[in-house]
């Protein structure tokens, strides 16, 4: 079947402008992952969703990000305000669960934000 | 928290040879994942090989093996008969086995380079 799929894949946007990230997982996941990757570093965790709740995002660095899951299948990442800072790849991930498991995660292409 | 350290930025290696990526990793806990990842210019994370921190056999898929030094908390990557193909940035992570979340924890990536 698909693989995860994020749209759009690269998005240029003004400093002060909002955003949004979609994230389409693997059909049957219910665990959804968001990890932000700064040029030159490795992925960092955001927030990670079981179904429709966010189960942890302790990794969102301020409130300016916040990411929904309502129906429990694709995700949007929102960033308000955006900043020059926030520029980095957005990788999403999905696997069939969370929990004490050892579930393979299967990472989408992710979507380039640049702020200028 | 638990972190991961990859120390080599960059590696280079001639096709037909064999390369050792290193990888460190700093935890309290005794049950976990570790895993190596290789992600393409395209930007989508491809899991190269896992191993659990319970097993003391090293995994190995096809040309890739690792050194689990669990004592020592090393992790190195071994791929062998390297490939134009190989070239790309590697990152080492870290899962625990009880975190409900399964989150990753990712190093800072070594390019590879694969000379013809």
């Known amino acids: 079947g698909a693989g995860v799929s994020q749209t759009p894949s690269n998005k240029v946007t003004e400093k002060g402008k909002y955003v949004e990230l979609r994230c389409d997982p693997i059909?049957?996941?219910?665990?959804l992952y968001w990890y932000r990757q700064s040029l030159g570093q490795g992925p960092e965790f955001l927030i990670y969703?079981?179904?429709?709740?966010?189960?942890?995002d302790s990794g969102l660095p301020n409130d300016r990000f916040f990411a929904v899951r309502p129906e429990g299948s694709v995700s949007t990442l929102k960033i308000q305000r955006t900043e020059r800072g926030d520029s980095a790849v957005y990788l999403c991930?999905?696997?069939?669960?969370?929990?004490?498991?050892?579930?393979?995660?299967?990472f989408g292409p992710g979507t380039r934000l640049t702020v200028t | 928290a638990q972190t991961v350290t990859q120390s080599q930025p960059e590696m280079s290696v001639q096709e037909a040879e064999t390369v050792t990526l290193s990888c460190t990793y700093d935890?309290?806990?005794?049950?976990?994942?570790l895993f190596w990842y290789k992600q393409p210019p395209s930007r989508q994370m491809i899991l190269v090989i896992r191993?659990?921190?319970?097993?003391?056999q090293n995994a190995t898929e096809n040309r890739f093996s690792v050194n689990f030094q669990k004592a020592a908390k090393s992790f190195s990557l071994k791929i062998s008969d390297s490939q134009l193909g190989d070239a790309a940035m590697y990152f080492c992570?870290?899962?625990?086995?009880?975190?409900?979340?399964?989150?990753?924890?990712f190093g800072g990536g070594t390019r590879l380079m694969v000379k013809p």
């Open positions: 991930a999905s696997s069939l669960r969370a929990g004490f498991s050892s579930y393979e995660q299967y």
């Open positions: 935890t309290s806990e005794s049950d976990y994942y």
């Open positions: 191993q659990e921190a319970y097993k003391q």
């Open positions: 992570a870290y899962r625990s086995a009880r975190n409900a979340g399964n989150m990753l924890t």
């Open positions: 969703f079981q179904g429709t709740g966010a189960a942890d």
């Open positions: 059909s049957g996941h219910t665990a």
